[in-house]
């Protein structure tokens, strides 16, 4: 039933979606070492929003979508699981330089700081930004090249997660400008 009304290209993205919010999920309770910090009611009603708009707007973008073939689905999917493993790779780098406990009191410590090393953070400052700009940027390419409704989630995520790149990037600046001088904030020996 479902795919006689959805074609094939918008079930593949909706299922490589479900993948992405399920791992992400999974790394916010099991992989993810959070401070003592509290979010902003703003920030999660923004978050929660967008990841309940995503796939509506997914599903509006199915006038658009281009008919994929069975080989390139299975490209796509190859595709998006390297870079959800890549994420998540990086991921657990981040949560490992936090897995540091206070001998006295068991709690985390916060006040050491460790820049990360390995993998992407070779080349660049912030890789889990720019994967996920990649992860929605091939959603809209595997939909389609044209402007749909997704485009807007798109737009979205790549004006948040630049800001987010700049932002991270100026700290590690500030803090650790030798390991910086030696990382694009962007794009690896260019920017």
């Not at 993948?19 to 999974?26: F, K, M």
């Not at 939909?143 to 987010?164: A, E, G, R």
Request: overall charge positive; proline content about 4%.
């Amino acid at each position: 039933m479902l795919s006689s009304v959805l074609n094939k290209t918008i079930i593949s993205v909706l299922i490589m979606y479900l993948v992405h919010v399920s791992r992400r999920l999974y790394e916010c309770e099991y992989v993810s070492i959070f401070s003592n910090s509290q979010m902003s009611f703003m920030h999660f009603l923004m978050g929660n929003g967008f990841y309940l708009i995503t796939p509506i707007s997914i599903l509006l973008s199915q006038s658009n979508a281009a008919e994929r073939s069975y080989l390139v689905i299975g490209l796509f999917t190859v595709h998006m699981l390297i870079l959800q493993y890549l994420q998540d790779l990086v991921f657990r780098q981040l949560a490992a330089l936090r897995s540091g406990k206070n001998e006295n009191t068991g709690k985390l410590s916060e006040k050491k700081y460790y820049p990360p090393e390995g993998s992407m953070f070779h080349w660049i400052t912030c890789p889990h930004y720019i994967l996920e700009i990649s992860i929605y940027l091939s959603f809209q390419l595997f939909i389609t090249p044209k402007w749909i409704s997704f485009s807007h989630i798109l737009f979205f995520t790549m004006c948040n997660q630049l800001c987010c790149i700049w932002l991270n990037h100026n700290w590690y600046q500030k803090n650790f400008p030798e390991w910086t001088s030696k990382r694009a904030m962007l794009i690896p020996y260019i920017w």
